[in-house]
């Protein structure tokens, strides 16, 4: 029977995990496209004028957020025709020129979206040497230049997917997902065992739940607006200032990319936890009748549970998850697993810390003690659990956007990574100190200030750990450099 509300628990996130699988698999993703050939090729010098544009990418680009550009020595746009696919690939565009290009120095800027939204810009020039002759229409077909460099290929200046306004965006994203499965996680899963095995009637549980709930309200409401701020940054990303508040630009970006079909479950996960909320909240309070507020709050936190779950799943759709060059519905699947353990673990030590021992700390004096040590006795399990998780998931995504080892310290997105290690190796070995030397000695209020302390370091050094990740989530892997 005690293991009962555990496994209930377990099946539903399990179940909305394979629901979500089910319907939104990236089964047609692909890694971030980089520019392989065309033609005129980089650097190369003409002596026939050529009438177009050809740019073979590593995947088939969609028109819809593709743009290809050429400008004249003074930085001029020349006009060109409408992109359209090559009959020979659709992994081919091409651009008609319109003029008759005099001899000079000509630059192409092209940019295209990967299907997890971030969009990859670059740029290369050639040159129309003096005298050259008017080229045929179809004499650019056999004269595709390979690009060998593509790593060195640069995204262009101002807003982007890794500009610091962007990453700040991310940043607030995390920080309120974290404390929104925090929540749930923490109710579901600590206070359930607390009001099960040792203090049923304890009135810590119902203030620590209430203080849960209104956590988890307000991180939805954060997590509300940083999903419209990442709407209007990603549009601005994608389609630049002139483009970033068009409507039918952003819907179309929602439809057609992995990134907006992430944007959506975001959208379904918040209103479904935020209702869930809602309902917990409204039933605690309506206590007059103890059988319905009991009823309508355990809806109202299956519903929360429901809604976390969805939203653990939506960062691998705009992430490196859905562009993974294999395994990818695991790669989903890992990363929302990975999202969840570390809610487990940081978001829920950071609910304990705000919402725990608060209600804790109110009871009178010969109570706090021992409810403390009581509330830590049943995190620690979890965080523990969790904490192994996280490892787990860890592991196979590096090695599944890393590769080899070298490119740890190779490439930008191994030295982030390495970067993120060790800011969480001070957060495990903190939460080693906390459960080794600290909660041991647990059941004094002495103890319990220590404990706060040295919590309230984990978690800053967890939020640290969350900037790092919103620059991660953003770096061009290993893998799609070596592409």
């Known amino acids: 029977m005690t293991s009962i509300p555990r496994l209930g628990f377990s099946r539903l996130v399990l179940g909305t995990l394979l629901a979500g699988l ?33 740019l073979e990418f590593s995947e088939v680009p969609d028109l819809t957020f593709s743009t290809v550009a050429l400008l004249d020595g003074t930085g001029k746009p020349v006009a060109l025709g409408t992109l359209h696919y090559s009959v020979a690939s659709h992994r081919i565009v091409v651009a008609s020129i319109a003029a008759v290009l005099p001899p000079g120095v000509y630059v192409v800027q092209w940019q295209l979206a990967g299907d997890d939204g971030h969009p990859v810009r670059g740029r290369f020039d050639f040159v129309i040497a003096p005298g050259a002759m008017l080229g045929a229409a179809d004499s650019t077909v056999s ?62 549980l119902d203030g620590a739940e209430a203080r849960a709930a209104r956590i988890g309200h307000i991180a939805v409401g954060i997590l509300a607006v940083t999903l419209l701020l990442r709407l209007l940054a990603q549009s601005y990303a994608m389609h630049g200032a002139a483009g970033a508040w068009n409507v039918r630009l952003s819907a179309q ?81 890992a990363d929302a697993l990975h999202i969840l353990a570390a809610s487990g673990w940081l978001g829920s030590l950071a609910l304990v810390l705000t919402a725990g021992l608060p209600a804790a700390m109110a009871l009178a004096d010969g109570e706090r003690g021992p409810m403390v040590a009581a509330l830590i006795n049943a995190f620690s399990p979890v965080a523990l659990a969790s904490a192994a998780v996280v490892t787990i998931t860890g592991v196979f995504a590096a090695w599944l956007h890393v590769g080899h080892v070298p490119n740890l310290w190779d490439t930008r997105y191994g030295v982030t990574l390495l970067v993120k290690l060790g800011i969480l190796g001070v957060v495990a070995l903190t939460g080693f100190y906390n459960w080794r030397f600290v909660q041991p000695t647990l059941g004094t209020d002495a103890a319990t200030v220590h404990l706060r302390r040295s919590a309230r370091v984990e978690v800053i050094v967890a939020i640290l750990v969350l900037l790092v990740t919103a620059v991660l989530v953003a770096t061009p892997t290993s893998m799609d450099m070596a592409m």
């Open 253 to 333: 970006m929602i439809a057609h990319t992995m990134w907006g079909k992430g944007w959506l479950l975001q959208l379904v996960g918040l209103a479904v936890a935020g209702v869930g909320f809602q309902v917990a909240d409204r039933a605690r309070r309506a206590r007059a009748v103890v059988g319905h507020s009991t009823m309508h709050r355990r809806t109202g936190w299956h519903m929360a549970a429901i809604g976390v779950v969805i939203l653990a799943c939506s960062p691998a759709f705009a992430g490196h998850a859905a562009s993974a060059p294999s395994f990818r519905a695991l790669a989903v699947l």
């Open 143 to 204: 004269g595709m230049v390979m690009h060998h460099d593509v790593a060195s290929m640069p995204e262009g200046d101002g807003f982007g997917v890794t500009s610091p306004a962007f990453v700040v965006i991310r940043w607030l994203q995390f920080i309120a997902m974290l404390l929104t499965i925090g929540g749930v996680v923490v109710r579901q899963l600590v206070l359930r065992v607390l009001r099960r095995d040792q203090a049923p009637d304890s009135p810590m």
């Open 22 to 54: 089910i319907v939104f698999a990236p089964a047609v993703a692909y890694a971030h496209g980089r520019l392989k050939s065309s033609a005129p090729g980089s650097g190369a010098h003409l002596s026939l004028i050529p009438r177009e544009l050809r």
